[in-house]
């Protein structure tokens, strides 16, 4: 386990993976530390069940990498962390203890890795672990903080959806008529179909919550079909917003889509579906690039005097220049976009290392 631990280090260039239990309460967590060049290591704490211990380990070091190449490519003064609590995210007997213990994990890496909700956490989780450490952010509104991360997520993704369709369309950046399918609508996938809704799309949902379905349709409109039968939905954009990989060798297979454009991190299973993506002449969008809202809002909470709200909206604002800036890169160099934003990433972290050496 270990030399198989330090080789996946080596190869995704990690800084540091470190393992908590503490079974009297619980908690059996994975703190990831991909890169600090830029920065404290900042990303979600995801509360989930997982197949295995394998799976547990290769989740939260793709996610942390990814949150690397989020936060430079955002141009925000972090590196790229993530953390998992391996629980059921459903459980409420000795929630609050499991949660201060890893508050008290937090404090043993000194500031490297921050935190912030994540898919299975909440506002209220994240204060529960504030009451052990400082290194939080995405804290209550009424306490100064920023709260929920996703309804800047789904802004984010819907500036990127506009850039997305600019692309392909010639300059026609508006959503009105489009048709999208969003799988997953929780916490960013409501408030993207919100967002979807007022701008006059064509919105069709997934999930496995038959309250958020009946929400969906009543106040947005939205057509409702079974969480498998999304892939097979006619849209122009196909949009997940719920777990990672699903688009995948199978799933290709029936998308009927022009733009992939999802809030989900790791949506592709991996770079084997780059040319299946690039032959169906889909327009990946890579989701580190479009799903920045969150992480640049609770970044704002490390600022001197508390949030800017204003300086968040620039922020997100912005995602759509960045969506575009990868899209011609890519379209220029006749390359992938996935590959192509994680370079532009690299480069600014290069940079940051080259100016501390001088």
């Given at each position: 386990?270990?030399?198989?631990?330090?080789?996946?280090?080596?190869?995704?260039?990690?800084?540091?993976?470190?393992?908590?239990?503490?079974?009297?309460?619980?908690?059996?967590?994975?703190?990831?530390?991909?890169?600090?060049?830029?920065?404290?290591?900042?990303?979600?704490?995801?509360?989930?069940?997982?197949?295995?211990?394998?799976?547990?380990?290769?989740?939260?070091?793709?996610?942390?990498?990814?949150?690397?190449?989020?936060?430079?490519?955002?141009?925000?003064?972090?590196?790229?962390?993530?953390?998992?609590?391996?629980?059921?995210?459903?459980?409420?007997?000795?929630?609050?203890?499991?949660?201060?213990?890893?508050?008290?994990?937090?404090?043993?890496?000194?500031?490297?890795?921050?935190?912030?909700?994540?898919?299975?956490?909440?506002?209220?989780?994240?204060?529960?672990?504030?009451?052990?450490?400082?290194?939080?952010?995405?804290?209550?509104?009424?306490?100064?903080?920023?709260?929920?991360?996703?309804?800047?997520?789904?802004?984010?993704?819907?500036?990127?959806?506009?850039?997305?369709?600019?692309?392909?369309?010639?300059?026609?950046?508006?959503?009105?008529?489009?048709?999208?399918?969003?799988?997953?609508?929780?916490?960013?996938?409501?408030?993207?179909?919100?967002?979807?809704?007022?701008?006059?799309?064509?919105?069709?949902?997934?999930?496995?919550?038959?309250?958020?379905?009946?929400?969906?349709?009543?106040?947005?409109?939205?057509?409702?079909?079974?969480?498998?039968?999304?892939?097979?939905?006619?849209?122009?954009?196909?949009?997940?917003?719920?777990?990672?990989?699903?688009?995948?060798?199978?799933?290709?297979?029936?998308?009927k889509c022009s733009i992939i454009a999802g809030a989900a991190n790791n949506q592709l299973s991996d770079r084997s579906v780059y040319e299946t993506i690039k032959s169906k002449k889909i327009l990946?969008?890579?989701?580190?690039?479009?799903?920045?809202?969150?992480?640049?809002?609770?970044?704002?909470?490390?600022?001197?005097?508390?949030?800017?709200?204003?300086?968040?909206?620039?922020?997100?604002?912005?995602?759509?220049?960045?969506?575009?800036?990868?899209?011609?890169?890519?379209?220029?160099?006749?390359?992938?976009?996935?590959?192509?934003?994680?370079?532009?990433?690299?480069?600014?972290?290069?940079?940051?290392?080259?100016?501390?050496?001088?």
């Amino acid at each position: 386990m270990t030399k198989s631990v330090l080789e996946a280090c080596a190869a995704r260039g990690h800084e540091q993976v470190v393992f908590f239990n503490y079974p009297d309460v619980g908690l059996k967590a994975i703190v990831a530390i991909h890169d600090t060049t830029l920065g404290p290591a900042l990303g979600g704490c995801r509360m989930s069940l997982y197949q295995n211990d394998e799976h547990a380990l290769d989740d939260v070091m793709r996610l942390s990498e990814g949150m690397t190449y989020k936060s430079a490519l955002a141009g925000l003064p972090l590196g790229g962390g993530k953390s998992i609590i391996i629980a059921d995210p459903n459980i409420v007997e000795g929630r609050e203890a499991l949660l201060q213990k890893f508050g008290e994990c937090l404090n043993a890496l000194s500031g490297r890795y921050i935190t912030a909700e994540d898919m299975g956490t909440s506002v209220r989780d994240i204060m529960a672990i504030r009451a052990k450490s400082k290194y939080v952010v995405g804290t209550d509104p009424a306490k100064g903080g920023t709260g929920d991360p996703s309804p800047w997520t789904a802004q984010g993704l819907f500036v990127a959806m506009r850039a997305a369709v600019e692309h392909t369309s010639s300059g026609e950046r508006s959503l009105k008529g489009k048709r999208i399918a969003v799988q997953g609508i929780g916490h960013v996938g409501m408030y993207l179909v919100e967002l979807l809704a007022k701008e006059g799309a064509i919105v069709t949902v997934a999930d496995t919550h038959e309250v958020l379905l009946k929400r969906a349709a009543s106040e947005f409109n939205a057509a409702v079909v079974a969480p498998d039968a999304i892939y097979d939905v006619p849209c122009d954009i196909f949009s997940p917003c719920a777990i990672g990989q699903t688009v995948n060798a199978s799933t290709l297979k029936r998308l009927k889509c022009s733009i992939i454009a999802g809030a989900a991190n790791n949506q592709l299973s991996d770079r084997s579906v780059y040319e299946t993506i690039k032959s169906k002449k889909i327009l990946y969008c890579p989701d580190f690039v479009v799903n920045s809202g969150g992480v640049i809002s609770v970044c704002a909470e490390l600022a001197e005097g508390g949030p800017n709200i204003a300086w968040v909206k620039e922020r997100v604002d912005a995602i759509y220049h960045t969506t575009v800036k990868v899209l011609d890169e890519s379209k220029r160099q006749d390359r992938f976009t996935e590959e192509v934003a994680i370079d532009l990433a690299k480069e600014r972290i290069v940079v940051a290392k080259m100016g501390r050496k001088q």
